[in-house]
């Protein structure tokens, strides 16, 4: 997930300038982003039209959101700054095994309503399956209980895009009757293909400021 970090932070940076962005810079304004206090303010924002949003919808008994794991339900941020935003794919998957990252409150208090309001939440991850069980009590652990089923990728979908793996899997979700009314997720690539319902989109630290 996160091997091409430290480039796209400095595309990110660099924008349409043709001159290099020091590293060191591109670390620092992703710090300043995420404990300054914008990207909590960016988020609650978002989550907030997400309710209200949803509100408005008038419910059926097979209705279905589906949530991305990693920066939309669950941060990673110490442990990718515990790095120096680094990665190591072997260090990674270890990381993931532990079960520690912390839940996203904002997005926790927006599916303990969904919950309160029985429409059914599905997770969707990039994760492979090997982290299934970790991940699992991570979710559960992190106060996110009663979710219908959570999906990492098989051995067979591991090299898949993550927009067809993740259309594929909603496709999948539909066939057995679910109605997906919305998809969450922190990268466009969450919300890309069919059977998305309505999309949100959630600012990433990494991805963009």
Excluded at 22 to 43: H, I, P
Excluded at 150 to 172: Q, V
Excluded at 175 to 197: C, F, P, Q, V
Aim: proline share 3%; with cysteine; hydrophobic share 35%.
């Amino acid at each position: 997930m996160y091997k091409r970090l430290l480039f796209l932070l400095l595309i990110v940076l660099a924008g349409c300038s043709q001159k290099p962005v020091n590293l060191s810079v591109a670390k620092k304004a992703v710090m300043e982003y995420y404990e300054s206090g914008r990207y909590d303010a960016e988020l609650n924002k978002i989550v907030e039209e997400i309710e209200a949003d949803l509100m408005s919808h008038e419910p059926g008994s097979k209705d279905l959101v589906v949530f991305d794991v990693d920066e939309t339900s669950l941060s990673n941020y110490d442990y990718i700054k515990g790095i120096d935003f680094g990665y190591d794919k072997e260090h990674w998957n270890q990381y993931m095994l532990e079960s520690s990252a912390r839940p996203i409150k904002p997005v926790l208090e927006l599916y303990k309503w969904l919950i309160s309001n029985d429409i059914h939440t599905v997770f969707l991850t990039g994760r492979v399956q090997s982290t299934y069980e970790a991940t699992k009590r991570n979710l559960i652990e992190s106060g996110f209980a009663g979710f219908d089923t959570l999906i990492c990728r098989s051995h067979e979908n591991e090299n898949l895009p993550a927009d067809i793996y993740k259309s594929h899997e909603r496709a999948g979700l539909t066939k057995k009757g679910y109605r997906i009314i919305a998809t969450i997720g922190d990268l466009h690539s969450d919300l890309e293909g069919e059977n998305t319902g309505r999309k949100y989109k959630l600012p990433n630290y990494l991805y963009s400021f």
